[in-house]
């Protein structure tokens, strides 16, 4: 069982990203899946999630900016992020809501000011 998450990256304060999450060795179909991020020194937060019918849910700090979307077919799950923040720079980690998926690696986001 393994989630890989991409498609981070250095983005000037306004840019956008977009990230993909791709799992192996399980299925997201019947899971409510989410993007969390940890910034340098903080704990871990969540900004997003989507049910297996795509209902949404976004933090406050990212409602209006983010996107979060879902394959079941290919088994992922992305995060579009526009209009993006200093603030918004963190690792982002995709896993299932209720955190019972071992963790991926995460992928870098830096947003320079």
């Known amino acids: 069982v393994q989630l890989v998450e991409s498609g981070g990256g250095l983005v000037q304060a306004g840019g956008s990203l977009r990230l993909s999450c791709a799992g192996s060795g399980i299925s997201f179909s019947m899971k409510t899946m989410a993007w969390y991020r940890q910034a340098l020194g903080k704990q871990r937060e969540r900004v997003a999630t989507?049910?297996?019918?795509?209902?949404?849910n976004y933090a406050d700090f990212v409602k209006g900016r983010f996107t979060i979307s879902r394959d079941n077919a290919k088994n992922t799950v992305d995060l579009q992020m526009n209009s993006l923040k200093p603030e918004d720079t963190a690792v982002y980690y995709c896993?299932?809501?209720?955190?019972?998926?071992?963790w991926g690696q995460g992928t870098q986001v830096t947003v320079s000011s």
């Open positions: 896993n299932a809501l209720r955190g019972d998926i071992p």
């Open positions: 989507i049910t297996g019918l795509g209902t949404t």
